[in-house]
């Protein structure tokens, strides 16, 4: 799938006087005071936060929402990582032209389409630790093709027939020890099985199946 098309983008401020971007017409944060939407962000994915060390969000907006995951786990949890997915490149600039964020401290993979970012070293070993997935429900809703398409993107049938850049050496060698001809179905069918995970491969596979399974809406609508 190609990026999704920017017609145009906007930035405004809310009435609590926050840089807040519009693009294609939507409000990528609340008119009134995003830092309060972002704290709902947080209180609405506690639960999920409070189990995972890992965090992938899908979109990005200017980061309000990120920065309050961020503080969330400076409190609570200093070994917390954070990545952020979010198809529009030139929204990492404002951020940064705007010091709405600090960027090194979450890893953030923007304009890539969905083979690139599915080849992407970063991206899969992310992926290797389990990370728990939140969806920033604006950003969601305006780019809802591209990030269904990350949700339900599925890997070729044999995993002999993955492109050599596609994988690690690692995680090859653990596709492999399966058989070359093991389908991803077979694998998933195993892990389900197994009482407990073993290494950090089998994480990324079950991330993997978790990515794959919601392919449905997980916002409740954007709050603008």
Known sequence: MVLPLINSIELKHSKSGHVI???????????????????????????ILEEKNHILILGLGLGYHVKACVDYYGVQNKKAKIMVIEPFVNLEDIIEENNLLDTKSISIVAGKDIDELYQSEEFINFLLTGPGVLAYPPSFNLFKPYFSAVLAYTAPEKLNSMPADYLSRQLTAYLNSFGVDATVKDILGQLGKAKNLNVSEDYFMMAFKSLSQQTGDPTDGANV
């Open 21 to 47: 971007p519009c693009i294609n017409g939507v409000h990528l944060h609340s008119t009134y005071d995003p830092e309060k939407e972002a704290q709902g962000f947080v209180e609405k994915n506690l639960k």
